[in-house]
C-alpha cells in the first residue's frame, strides 16, 4: 500500500535540506520495494506569507493523513517581531506537536568517527559515543499554567508550573525502556528530585515501570549531575529519559559531542503519525547559499525509515552510506578541517544518493 510523507521543509535552509532528505529516500524506496508518495505543506514563516498563519489547517490536515512527516526548519528574522502566538515556533512547532500527540522527542548523538576531531571533547572521550536522549515534549515547564501579575507590594511577579502526571511519566519512561531492550540495556532518568515534588513522583514512577524491565538497568541522576557527566564521560549512557525542558537542554548539550548541530537527526514519536526533523534551526545566516549540512537531515530519513517505515534496512543502508560518504574525506562547511574535500548542502544529499 502507498504511504504519504509530508514534506514541510519551512524556513531558511530548510528549503535546501528537506529536498536532500527526499531524494535519500526516494532512492532507498526504489531500492527496498517501499511505495510512497510525496505532498508538501507550508508552515513557518513560509505560511505566514503565503497564508497569513504559521500553522495552516491544511497542513494540519495533510499531517493527519499521513504516515510520516519530515519537517527542516521554522524562523528567521523576518518574523522575529509578530506577536508570540503568530511567531514561527510558538505559533506552529508547539501546537504542531501537541496537536499529534507527540510526547516523545527521541535524540540519538553518535559519532561518526572520520568526526572525532571535529567534537569539541577529546577524541578518547567521544571515540564510540552512542547514546539515546528521550525528552518528554508534551508536559512539564513549557506547557505548566503561567501567569504574569503585579503582588500586593508592587513587585511584578511571573509564574511558570511543573506539572505531571502519572500516566504522562509512564508512556514516557516506558518508551524509554523499550528503547533501551534493543540497546545496550541502560536507561539514566534524569530529574531534580531532591528539590522538585513532580521529579520525585517521575522517580517513584521510573521505579514502578523498571519491575517490568528486570534485563534492564535503570539509574537516577541529578539534572546538574548529568549536564557535568556529559562533558565527563558521555559514553557512561545508553537511554537519558527527562523531562521536557531539562531534555531542552541536555539534548542542546549532547548535540555538539558529535562534531556539529548538523549531524543530529530526531525522532518525535507517540501519536498516529510520527514527526522527523533535523535537531538545528532554520541557520538564517547561511540560508540560500548551499551551504547548509543535509546530514542531520538524511538521518533524520533513516529513523523514518526505523520507526514509521518499518524498514530497518534501509536506516542501516543510510546510516552506512553517511559513514562512507564522511570516511572518503567529503564535509560541508560546518565540519571542514584541512585536507577534506569540501561540499555543498546539494552535492552532499547526491554523494550519499550514491551510495545508497
Ligand atoms: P540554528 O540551529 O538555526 O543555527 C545555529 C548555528 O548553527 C548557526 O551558525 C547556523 O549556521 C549553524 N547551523 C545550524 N544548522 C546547520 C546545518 N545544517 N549546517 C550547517 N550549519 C548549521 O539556531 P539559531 O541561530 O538559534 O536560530 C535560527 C532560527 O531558527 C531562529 O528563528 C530560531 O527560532 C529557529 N529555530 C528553529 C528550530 C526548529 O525549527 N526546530 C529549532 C531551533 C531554532
Ligand atoms: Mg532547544
Given at each position: 500500500m502507498t504511504k504519504l510523507i509530508a514534506l514541510l521543509p519551512g524556513d531558511g535552509i530548510g528549503q535546501e535540506i528537506v529536498p536532500q532528505g527526499r531524494k535519500v529516500l526516494e532512492v532507498v524506496a526504489s531500492r527496498l520495494g517501499l511505495e510512497l508518495e510525496f505532498e508538501e505543506g507550508l508552515i513557518g514563516g513560509a505560511a505566514i506569507d503565503a497564508?497569513?498563519?504559521?500553522?495552516?489547517e491544511a497542513t494540519l490536515d495533510l499531517c493527519r493523513r499521513s504516515t510520516a512527516i519530515l519537517l527542516g526548519a521554522v524562523g528567521g528574522?523576518?518574523?522575529?517581531?509578530?506577536?508570540v502566538h503568530l511567531r514561527?515556533?510558538?505559533?506552529a512547532l508547539l501546537p504542531l506537536r501537541k496537536q499529534l500527540g507527540l510526547y516523545a522527542n527521541l535524540r540519538p548523538a553518535f559519532l561518526f568517527a572520520p568526526l572525532a576531531k571535529a567534537s569539541p571533547l577529546k577524541p578518547e572521550l567521544i571515540e564510540g559515543l552512542d547514546l539515546l536522549a528521550v525528552r518528554e515534549l508534551t508536559g512539564g515547564l513549557y506547557f505548566g499554567e503561567k501567569k504574569t501579575f503585579r503582588r500586593e507590594d508592587g513587585q511584578e511577579t511571573a509564574i511558570d508550573t511543573l506539572v505531571y502526571t502519572e500516566g504522562e511519566i509512564e508512556r514516557i519512561v516506558r518508551l524509554a525502556f523499550e528503547l533501551a531492550r534493543k540497546r545496550r540495556r541502560k536507561v539514566t532518568s534524569v530529574d531534580k528530585a531532591n528539590v522538585l515534588e513532580s521529579s520525585r513522583l517521575w522517580r517513584r514512577v521510573a521505579e514502578r515501570v523498571a519491575q517490568d524491565y528486570p534485563d534492564v538497568t535503570l539509574e537516577h541522576m541529578y539534572v546538574d549531575n548529568c549536564a557535568m557527566q556529559l562533558v565527563r564521560?558521555?559514553?557512561?549512557?545508553?537511554v537519558i529519559v527527562t523531562e521536557n525542558m531539562f531534555g531542552d537542554i541536555l539534548t542542546d548539550q549532547a548535540s555538539v559531542l558529535a562534531g556539529s548541530i548538523g549531524m543530529l537527526p530526531s525522532a518525535s514519536l507517540g501519536g498516529e503519525v510520527a514527526l522527523y526533523e533535523p535537531?538545528?534551526?532554520?541557520a538564517p545566516d547561511i540560508?540560500?547559499?548551499?551551504?547548509?549540512?543535509?546530514l542531520a537531515t538524511i538521518l533524520s530519513v533513516a529513523l523514518m525509515l526505523k520507526f514509521?517505515?518499518?524498514?530497518e534496512e534501509g536506516a542501516k543502508a543510510i546510516e552506512q552510506a553517511v559513514a562512507e560518504v564522511l570516511a572518503e574525506g567529503y564535509r560541508t562547511a560546518d565540519l571542514w578541517e584541512e585536507g577534506a574535500k569540501l561540499v555543498g548542502c546539494r552535492a552532499m544529499g547526491d554523494l550519499v544518493a550514491e551510495k545508497v
Open positions: 497564508a497569513g498563519t504559521p500553522l495552516p528574522p523576518k518574523w522575529d517581531n509578530l506577536p514561527p515556533e510558538a505559533g564521560w558521555p559514553k557512561q549512557f545508553d535537531s538545528h534551526g532554520s540560508a540560500g547559499q548551499d551551504k547548509a549540512n543535509p514509521s517505515l518499518d524498514c
